[in-house]
């Protein structure tokens, strides 16, 4: 199994960036997926999850109104497109896979079986 996680970089405040995260060795219509994101000296922290049936996707209450998550099961893709970016949004975003998962349980990042390798944001003021 692996998480391939792209499409970091670098840009202004006020910009926008769109992350991907190419999963193979699993079906991701049967994975709840995520991002989670971890800044320099700060511990990981949840950001979105989209649940595996299709029917809830949840998001930290920093990002909401400025991120969005989608799939794209036909592909195994996780999206995760970031508008209105700010510095605080300056972090290493990760992302994560769970089989199956409950709603109530997919910001803990405890039951996520498979992680990516990361893809740095640098988010400048």
């Known amino acids: 199994v692996q998480l391939q996680a792209s499409g970091g970089g670098l840009v202004q405040a006020g910009g926008s960036l769109r992350l991907s995260c190419a999963a193979s060795?699993?079906?991701?219509?049967?994975?709840?997926m995520s991002w989670f994101r971890q800044a320099p000296g700060k511990e990981r922290e949840f950001v979105s999850a989209s649940h595996w049936s299709g029917g809830s996707t949840t998001y930290t209450d920093s990002v909401k109104g400025r991120f969005t998550t989608s799939r794209e099961n036909a592909k195994n893709t996780l999206y995760l497109q970031m508008n209105s970016l700010k510095p605080e949004d300056t972090a290493v975003y990760y992302c994560?896979?769970?089989?199956?998962?409950?709603?109530?349980?997919?910001?803990?990042?405890?039951?996520?079986?498979?992680w990516g390798q990361g893809t740095l944001v640098t988010v400048s003021s």
């Open positions: 994560a896979a769970a089989a199956g998962a409950i709603v109530s349980t997919m910001h803990n990042p405890e039951i996520y079986t498979h």
């Open positions: 060795g699993i079906s991701a219509r049967r994975y709840t």
